[in-house]
């Protein structure tokens, strides 16, 4: 006790001789990468207080959670999540994230593809208010910032519409927002040019963070897969954020095998003084809508209404089903888009292939889709376009993190950490557990600047979670994507059980996050 004491001082929390809760003799990883030990973790209120050999030093504990032949680990945190986009305005089930706190996720960073909060403040503090299940940062949305100023238009931004969208960035910034993020394979931020991102980027520049990206071209749409990472590295580089490759992938047969292509970019850009990573989620199929997999951008310019004139136009529609043949072959044919969702109107397509409804309908696969967006509107697809070669490759890269891009109607939302972990670490094994709870949590808060989460470690926030190697996997799958994962046995946010013997008690202990900005 008398070397701990002065460490403990030093980290800011209380000396540890009696704890509120001791997990006891589990396997930890402690997310710094290092070798997995066996010792015990004293948690007191809110923070972790004492990791160590609980009998040799005596602590008392109020409560012990057995976890010989269990792991524990930190909470993992998300880095790159849709499952809390329209916050604060979501349900309570919605805002509990219960899919996640199964999978052991207990921070995520909402706000990906560009579509981030720009009342980052206000945001966080009511949703905090109403209740989270798991902690919650935001990053803003460059996609945001560009609909409040120009609405669904794809021309070029003036002078001063750039000023303005700049303004609204340095604006969340200041409220705590992590990073800006962006979605320019998407329309309308499709039609902004390099130079305009940069320029309205740079009102986060005085504050740092990250710039995650669902880049321009994870395939060969537009311009290609490997001048979109150059894109996005110049976009980090010139704005002076890190670049972050949100849900990395070699989308498409045209791209299959460019995994290591990509790696090398990254690398050579390290090389050369810019901090750039990515994140990745385990699945083969990416999830999105019909209309963003198939339509040419410049169909969808102005919005749902301008599309519906031009499908309309005969001579117009010929020209987007020419495009949308040859997409749908990029992505794999009509046999790898398999329809999940939308409202009520979708509901007779859900669970079958674009194949099968073409042939139920007797049309061709193009035609079948355009109608599909014309009549029904963008029925969300699991689009199964990656091949297991190149998810491996960039899994074992020291700079690939997890994140699960979690969304309606795919089974990422509920199963990705424990797939990983299943099928990556258990089964196969790809990559190691040390790597597996390092790229799940300490290296998302290195990454990102989360203080004091990501580790086991004395002095750090109690989220901490406790799972079974032998029986964690995930359930959901493309056809059930909502079914909660099984194996966590405990998660702790905050100190506080929101999943406890593998059931989750509904306690709502997360809370609303703000980086702490100093302006350089
Ligand atoms: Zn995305």
Request: charge should be neutral.
């Amino acid at each position: 006790m008398t070397l701990l004491l002065p460490l403990l001082l030093l980290a800011g929390a209380p000396a540890a001789d009696s704890v509120d809760l001791l997990v006891r003799g589990g396997t930890v990883y402690d997310g710094s990468g290092r070798a997995s030990r066996r010792v015990d973790v004293g948690i007191r209120g809110d923070r972790i207080v004492f990791v160590g050999d609980a009998a040799q030093s005596r602590i008392a504990a109020g409560r012990i959670v057995e976890a010989a032949g269990l792991i524990v680990a930190p909470g993992f945190i998300d880095p790159h999540t849709h499952s809390f986009e329209g916050l604060p305005n979501l349900s309570e089930e919605r805002r509990r994230n219960t899919g996640a706190l199964m999978q052991g996720v207990t921070t995520v960073v909402t706000g990906a593809d560009g579509r981030g909060p720009l009342e980052v403040a206000r945001v966080l503090i009511e949703a905090e208010r109403l209740g989270l299940g798991t902690n919650t940062y935001a990053l803003t949305g460059f996609g945001s910032a560009r609909a409040r100023v120009m609405g669904n238009s794809s021309a070029p931004a003036t002078p001063a519409q750039i000023d303005s969208m700049k303004a609204l960035i340095a604006k969340a910034m200041s409220e705590g927002a992590l990073g800006v993020g962006s979605g320019l394979f998407y329309a309308p931020q499709s039609y902004a040019t390099t130079e305009e991102v940069i320029a309205v980027l740079k009102g986060a520049t005085p504050y740092g963070g990250v710039y995650d990206t669902h880049q321009r071209d994870e395939s060969s749409y537009t311009i290609g897969l490997l001048n979109s990472v150059r894109e996005a590295i110049r976009i980090g580089r010139e704005t002076g954020l890190t670049t972050n490759l949100g849900h990395v992938k070699a989308l498409g047969v045209d791209v299959w095998g460019k995994a290591d292509s990509v790696l090398l970019l990254m690398r050579e850009a390290r090389a050369s003084g810019h901090q750039v990573v990515a994140d990745q989620y385990p699945w083969t199929a990416s999830g999105t809508g019909l209309g963003a997999s198939l339509l040419p951008r410049w169909s969808q310019a102005g919005g749902r209404d301008s599309l519906l004139l031009r499908i309309a136009d005969s001579a117009t529609r010929d020209r987007i089903l020419v495009e949308m043949r040859d997409n749908l072959r990029r992505r794999g044919g009509d046999s790898t888009l398999l329809l999940t969702g939308g409202g009520a109107a979708a509901r007779p397509y859900v669970g079958k292939t674009l194949k099968q409804v073409a042939a139920e309908k007797g049309a061709a696969a193009v035609e079948t889709a355009l109608e599909l967006i014309r009549t029904v509107g963008d029925i969300g697809v699991a689009s199964f376009n990656m091949n297991e070669r190149d998810i491996e490759t960039f899994m074992k890269d020291p700079y690939v993190m997890t994140s699960s891009d979690g969304s309606g109607g795919h089974p990422r939302l509920y199963g990705t950490y424990p797939r990983k972990i299943r099928r990556y670490v258990l089964d196969k094994p790809v990559i190691t557990m040390e790597r597996m709870v390092r790229a799940s949590s300490g290296q998302v808060a290195a990454v990102y600047g989360i203080p004091d989460r990501g580790e086991i470690t004395e002095g750090a926030f109690a989220d901490v979670i406790v799972f079974d190697p032998k029986t964690i996997r995930e359930e959901a799958t493309y056809v059930e994507p909502v079914k909660l994962s099984t194996g966590m046995r405990w998660v702790f946010v905050n100190g506080q059980a929101a999943v406890a013997e593998g059931v989750p008690t509904g306690v709502l202990a997360g809370k609303g996050l703000r980086k702490v900005v100093q302006e350089k």
